[in-house]
């Protein structure tokens, strides 16, 4: 979590702090991969993704740009740990992993 980025350096400071995602505590989120299968838009990837220490399943639509793999997905934050906002159903954030294919 460490390099959290919303293009808004007060907010990914803020968001880095104790009180969200504990970038200090909790540097990094992990993604565990399962079933990795082939849809209309690219492909969606099943597996483990843990974030201050929690894990939950999650799937990732993936797809390639530009010499770069996209992982995007929806989740709620406050499924781990992480109070965006007070109900749960309120706490939908979106999830864009990078990965370079260089």
Request: hydrophobic content about 35%.
């Amino acid at each position: 979590m460490s390099t959290l980025s919303t293009a808004n350096k007060t907010r990914d400071q803020h968001l880095k702090s104790p009180d969200f995602f504990d970038a200090a505590k909790h540097p990094k989120m992990s993604f565990e991969t399962g079933e990795v299968t082939k849809d209309e838009n690219g492909y969606l990837a099943k597996g483990k993704l843990t974030i201050k220490g929690v894990t939950k399943d999650v799937t990732f639509a993936v797809s390639e740009k530009e010499g770069t793999l996209l992982f995007k997905a929806t989740i709620y934050a406050a499924d781990f740990g992480v109070s965006v906002k007070k109900e749960r159903e309120t706490s939908k954030v979106q999830v864009l992993v990078k990965i370079p294919l260089n």
